[in-house]
């Protein structure tokens, strides 16, 4: 167990649909970053908050939506569910701003699928 | 644009064959390289993070090293359980410390 608890671990819908997922970070990390990862691509980095604020932002699509909340957990909502958008998602944490690299630690990632 | 490639793409190693998986890399000021292994179906696990050229670490069969372009994760006498998917990937001093990972290197290795 990594510590970062990521809800629902399989999800299946249509398209068109509205989807919610939902992380809780490491304790005593502030930062939380989403990834999307599909069969045929690598870890794709979609948007990173740091204690409630937007900090850094990827490939995410406009239908995607994201915000980390005061207890620090966040929530990914995807909206107008498309085929392609069937993939895991990650949330990963980490404890944020310091000097050095800062280790990310993943969940255990939501899979999605979309028929 | 920070970017990481990864080779090869897949390696098939009998046990206690030892072989090496390279990550080469572009960014634009490394704060540090990482190394992650990937189960499948499941959410990558930390390895090792290096900071510096030259630089060297161990842990059990694994071994990474760091030059100015490119890493190199070394494993030696591998057994079946270390199938997995390794993935390396870059954090920059810009930015806000996002990871920018390669499509990592399917390794099994058979009994």
């Known amino acids: 167990d990594s510590g970062v608890t990521q809800t629902p671990k399989h999800l299946i819908t249509a398209t068109g649909q509205r989807v919610t997922l939902r992380c809780s970070p490491r304790?005593?990390?502030?930062?939380v970053y989403w990834y999307q990862q599909s069969l045929d691509q690598g870890l794709q980095f979609l948007i990173q908050y740091y204690n409630g604020e937007e900090r850094a932002k990827g490939n995410i699509l406009e239908r995607f939506s994201a915000q980390q909340f005061p207890d620090l957990h966040s929530e990914l909502n995807l909206s107008s569910l498309e085929l392609g958008d069937s993939a895991l998602y990650f949330c990963?944490?980490?404890?944020?701003?310091?000097?050095?690299?800062?280790?990310?630690?993943f969940g255990a990632g939501s899979r999605l699928t979309v028929l | 644009e920070d970017q990481v490639t990864q080779s090869p793409e897949a390696l098939r190693l009998q046990e206690g064959e030892s072989s090496s998986l390279n990550c080469s890399y572009t960014?634009?000021?490394?704060?540090?390289l990482f190394w992650y292994r990937q189960d499948p179906g499941k959410g990558p696990e930390f390895l090792f993070t290096?900071?510096?050229a030259g630089e060297e670490k161990e842990k059990e069969r694994l071994k990474a090293t760091l030059t100015k372009k490119e890493s190199f994760l070394h494993i030696t006498a591998p057994k079946p359980e270390d199938s997995a998917t390794y993935l390396c990937?870059?954090?920059?001093?810009?930015?806000?410390?996002?990871?920018?990972f390669g499509t990592g290197t399917r390794l099994l290795v058979s009994p």
């Open positions: 290096l900071y510096s």
């Open positions: 960014v634009s000021g490394l704060r540090g």
């Open positions: 304790s005593g990390d502030l930062s």
């Open positions: 990937a870059v954090q920059a001093n810009t930015g806000f410390q996002k990871l920018v």
């Open positions: 990963a944490s980490s404890v944020g701003y310091r000097s050095g690299a800062n280790v990310l630690t």
